[in-house]
Every structure is written in structure tokens, then in C-alpha cells.
């Protein structure tokens, strides 16, 4: 049977790599020349995104253009990525995972993780597990973003330095996203591209080489961070000069508790003055309870932190930041009107119904729409700053849907694509999210480039390249099977780390059918192994969104990527090349 597969495997590579289509010759002259301007193409595009000097959707659509316009392949071709699997997959997860967060259970966890923490490893060792599990269901990116004031605030709270949480736990996200189908976008582009040929990857397909090589990362953060990030970041000078007043709603989740217990008492942004109820004022362990206004004192970072935390039950609307245009005698609170504006906070050391209105001040107001800012007598100017406060009611929802996603996908109930536009439609369905929210989940920038990034593949496949990419690492490895994983782990890391995970992966998942349709080796194995190895971005900053999101906050330069990173790549690259041999040599 092993047999039969692989030489359908090879068939099917064979009528791609010729361009036969429903028995139909493509326009591409198969010769020495398409594969040299293939080449070319590819390098430029690969060189132009290393560098940064134009945006990686241009480098990518230029190369299309250019692939087209010399009959390397068809229109069609060059731009399927617009339907591939993958992408559809990955733009319908974008919508789920909005709506999880949307519920600020990922806030609300994390803060019970780190109650009680007093060094960075003990920090680490309850925040990796957890959070890798997370991430492996759902994008990192939100994940590490909401981990980032968490860290700070233990920094404040417990003197457990930023610096030695941040990046490790960034780093331990990008290795547990690997280990399943629906982790990391990269992982659903190889599946989109293995399934013409006849290779189905299902949701735990990468589990035998990714978990191993996480648990022994892990092993690697826990050991090395304490070491290598030392020192403490010094963050710039707070001005805690504006005042925050908060009512808590009958649906808040701190009620009946006191605001230490639920942590939105005191972090180095906010810091809560006072509780009023019924006009009286309360000491600050009292327990909480509905309609209950907390006034605190905060910076501008603060007031954003406070509107974002799912503890106040606060009403589903945006926060703005208002320019007072006005130079009649009022206050900030006579900005209200009816139930449809509400004034948060402005710059003031008195409460917020004797501030005055001065023009030009700065002030922030929850609003249902902008339209009601349009048209408001004192307003001048107005920007959304944040969107709508987490809705901790529809938490139950989310998860559920996330969790029947990850089920049917993985029991093949039916293809994962149309899964996940089905969970992602459930998001608006049940209420999580607004069809507008779920709009704004998809990221067009990412999703242009894993498109055009399935184009780079075609590239490579028609014109050629990708055979003799193959042809080549086969000479290499005189059919080796020890080299050949060595030669696509090595390849998989160094390209991974000067490229997008959508291009590495989009480049070497074709070479890679092509080699086990010669060699006989699994090719559901080579290409977890290549899924794996491509989320080695360890040592350089710009190759994974969650350095560039850490590198700020943690006070970290490129030498300490570098200084970092190594230990862990080489670590895990060799767990890489041990699992995977073992496995393909049986």
C-alpha cells in the first residue's frame, strides 16, 4: 500500500511539474531558460523581503506579474492562493480566535497564573504550559499581546523583571503553534499545498515531531532565561494625571468580590483611589458590588488597560479620544448625552463632574457609533482608541465553538476549511462577535502575503525549480535518509529566519513531495518536520510578529535575539533531526 501511494505521489508531481491539466498543455515551455528566469524571480523576491525594501505584498505581487508575463504559468495558477485551503482556514480562524479573546478569558487565566509569583522562572513555569497549550489553537499574536501589561504589572508588583518573561514565553508560543494543523498559519499552508498531490495532513499529523521538539525547548527557556536576560528594563516616567471613573454593570464578574481579589486594584498604570456607592465612599477592599463607581488614578496606557479589562461588565462600546471645542462655562461631564455617551476619564485631580471643559483638552468617552460624536456641540475632534470592552457572557459561547472546531477537525467530520468558515460564522451567529468585528479580524496584509506566498510556490513548481531543488538535495544526500533530514532542517531554519513562514513554506513544500516520491520516505513526516523547523525564528527580531511585539516592551535589541536564540535553535534543531530520523528511518 506504502508503495501504491508513493507512486501516486510521484504521478501526480510528475503531471504538475510537466503542467498538465484535465489533459491540457499549459502555455510554459519546459527548458533551461524558464528555469533560470524562475530563479531569478524567486531570489529577487526572497532578497527584496529579507531586506525590507518594499513591502513583501509588492515584492510577492511583482513576482507574479513578472512569472505571467513569462509563461512560467497560467493566471490561474499564479493566483490560487486566493482559494487555497489554507488561506480560507487561516482567515476563519483569524475570526475565531477574535471572538475567544473578545471574552478576555485569555486576561482573566493569566491573571490567576501569576497570583502569588516572586521569581521569573517560577512566572514561567505556570505561564508556558498554559499558554502553549492556547497557542496551539488559536494565533500567537493575541496571546503574546495581552501577555506583554501582564508582565510589566508582575514586574511592579512582584519585582520579577519583564525582560526574563517576555521572550521566552513569546518563544515558547511560536514552538507549541507548530503542533497542530490549525497552530500557526505556516502549518495550514503546507496542508493547502500537499492535498493536490494526494498528502492529507490532518490536525495532529505534526504532533509526533513538534511536541518533542517543544518540551524540550521549554526545558531550554526555563534554563537559559534566568542567564541570558539579565537586568531589568527601565520604562520611561508614568504621568499618572488622568482620572478614571468606572461603574460596574450588573453582568461584571468582580461583583462580590474586592478589586485586590480580581486584580484591578493597583499596576504600574492604574491605581484605584476610592469606590463610591450610592454617593458614599468605601474603603478599597470592599466587596464589590453592581453599579458601584471605582475612581482611579491612572496614566493614558492606564485608561486603555482598565476599558479592556473584563472585570467591569462594561456595555459593548468603542472608546474614544475627544479634543473639547467649546469655551462655554462646562464640565467634561456635560458631554453626556442620554445613555448614548459616556465620559471615562479625563486629565483631572478633582472628580469628573467639577472638570472643567477647557478647549483643546483631551478626554476619553465610550460611545455606541462615532455618529454620535459627529454632530456633539462639544466635540471638535474625536479618534477610536480602542474597540469594544471584552463581553465576558458570551465566554461559555466561544470556547465551545472553539472546541467543536478543534473536534470536528479533528475526527475529519469534513474538510478543515469549510470547519472553520462554519465556527467563524457561529461567532457572529451566537452574538461574540458583530459581523463588523468579524470583519475587522481578518488581517489583509497577512493573508495577501500567505496567497502570494502559494504563487511563489506555483513559481517554483512550473517552471522546474522545485524538481531540481529536489534533484539536487537527493544528489546531496545519496539518498541518505539521515542527510535528507538534515538538509531540510538546516534549509527549513536558515530560510525561516530571513523570510516569511508563508514563503519557506510555500518554496520548500514541493521540493519536499518531490524528494519522497523518489526516496520513499513518508511525506506526511518530511513535511511536519519542515512545518516544525519552520517556527525556529529565534534569532532574528523581524522574522516573527512576537519578537517585533516583545523587542520594546523588554527592553530587547538583535544581539540579545542572537545571544538568546542560539542556544535554542541549535537545541532544537538537533531534537528536530533526531525525532524525524528515527521516525523516517523505520
Known amino acids: 500500500q506504502g508503495r501504491r501511494q508513493r507512486h501516486h505521489l510521484r504521478r501526480t508531481l510528475e503531471h504538475e511539474l ?39 505584498v509588492l515584492a510577492l505581487i511583482c513576482a507574479l506579474l513578472a512569472a505571467g508575463a513569462v509563461g512560467i504559468a497560467t493566471p490561474a495558477e499564479l493566483f490560487a492562493g486566493l482559494s487555497n485551503g489554507g ?42 504550559p498554559p499558554v502553549g497549550l492556547a497557542s496551539a489553537l488559536i494565533n500567537t499574536t493575541p496571546i503574546v499581546a495581552m501577555l506583554i501589561p501582564a508582565a510589566e504589572e508582575l514586574e511592579q508588583r512582584s519585582s520579577v523583571p519583564a525582560r526574563q518573561v517576555l521572550l521566552p514565553v513569546a518563544h515558547a508560543t511560536t514552538l507549541a503553534g507548530s503542533a497542530t494543523l490549525i497552530g500557526t498559519s505556516s502549518n495550514l499552508l503546507i496542508a493547502g499545498l500537499a492535498a ?57 464578574n468582580a461583583i462580590g468580590r474586592t478589586a485586590a481579589e480580581v486584580g ?37 496606557p492606564g485608561v486603555l488597560m482598565l476599558w479592556g479589562n473584563p472585570r467591569f461588565g462594561l456595555a459593548p462600546h468603542n472608546l474614544y479620544a475627544v479634543s473639547i471645542a467649546t469655551d462655554e462655562e462646562a464640565t467634561v461631564r456635560e458631554l453626556e448625552e442620554g445613555e448614548d455617551l459616556v465620559v471615562v476619564a479625563a486629565q483631572s485631580d478633582q472628580p469628573l463632574r467639577s472638570t472643567a471643559a477647557l478647549p483643546g483638552a483631551k478626554c476619553f468617552v465610550a460611545a455606541a457609533s462615532a455618529d454620535v460624536l459627529t454632530d456633539h456641540p462639544l466635540v ?41 468558515v462554519a465556527g467563524a460564522t457561529l461567532m457572529v451567529l451566537t452574538g461574540v462577535l458583530t459581523p463588523r468585528s468579524a470583519a475587522r479580524a481578518l488581517n489583509w496584509n497577512i493573508l495577501a502575503i500567505i496567497a502570494g506566498s502559494v504563487g511563489l510556490g506555483t513559481i517554483v513548481v512550473k517552471s522546474g525549480l522545485g524538481e ?5 538535495i537527493l544528489t546531496l544526500s545519496a539518498g541518505n535518509t539521515a542527510l535528507v533530514v538534515a538538509v531540510f532542517v538546516l534549509g527549513t531554519t536558515v530560510l525561516t529566519n530571513v523570510v516569511t513562514n508563508s514563503a519557506a513554506a510555500a518554496i520548500l513544500t514541493p521540493v519536499a513531495l518531490g524528494v519522497t516520491a523518489t526516496t520513499g520516505i513518508d511525506p506526511v513526516l518530511l513535511l511536519t518536520l519542515i ?41 532544537s534543531m538537533l531534537t528536530a533531526f533526531g525525532v524525524g530520523w528515527l521516525l523516517m528511518a523505520r
Open 18 to 56: 510537466t503542467g498538465c491539466a484535465c489533459g491540457e498543455q499549459t502555455r510554459r515551455p519546459n527548458n533551461g531558460a524558464v528555469e533560470i528566469v524562475a530563479a531569478v524571480i524567486v531570489l529577487l523576491t526572497l532578497v527584496v523581503m529579507t531586506t525590507g525594501r518594499a513591502p513583501a
Open 87 to 128: 488561506v480560507i482556514t487561516i482567515a476563519a480562524m483569524l475570526v475565531i480566535a477574535k471572538g475567544v479573546l473578545h471574552t478576555g478569558v485569555v486576561s482573566r487565566v493569566t491573571f490567576r497564573l501569576l497570583a502569588g509569583v516572586s521569581t521569573a522562572g517560577q512566572a514561567l513555569r505556570r505561564l508556558i
Open 196 to 252: 493536490p498531490a494526494g498528502v492529507g495532513l490532518t490536525m495532529f499529523s505534526f504532533v509526533p515531531i513538534a511536541v518533542p521538539v517543544a518540551l524540550v525547548g521549554w526545558l531550554v527557556l526555563l534554563l537559559t532565561a534566568p542567564l541570558l536576560l539579565r537586568g531589568r528594563h527601565e520604562a520611561p516616567e508614568r504621568d499618572s494625571s488622568w482620572r478614571v471613573e468606572i461603574p460596574l454593570s450588573d453582568r461584571a
Open 264 to 300: 484591578i486594584d493597583f499596576t504600574p498604570d492604574f491605581e484605584l483611589l476610592e469606590i463610591r456607592r450610592w454617593g458614599e465612599r468605601l474603603d478599597r477592599d470592599s466587596r464589590l458590588q453592581a453599579d458601584d463607581k471605582l475612581v482611579y488614578r491612572a496614566t493614558e
Open 380 to 420: 471638535g475632534l474625536w479618534q477610536k482608541v480602542v474597540g469594544k470592552a471584552p463581553q465576558t457572557g458570551k465566554t461559555w459561547a466561544a470556547v465551545t465553538i472553539l472546541a467543536a472546531v478543534i473536534t470536528a477537525g479533528s475526527f475529519g467530520i469534513a474538510p478543515v476549511e469549510l470547519i472553520a
Open 468 to 472: 531540481r531543488i529536489s534533484d539536487a
Open 531 to 571: 512545518g516544525t523547523c519552520i517556527s525556529f525564528t529565534f534569532i532574528n527580531p523581524f522574522s516573527h510578529q512576537s519578537n517585533l511585539m516583545v523587542m520594546g516592551p523588554g527592553g530587547y535589541s538583535a544581539a540579545t535575539f542572537v545571544r538568546f536564540g542560539i542556544p535554542l535553535i541549535a537545541v
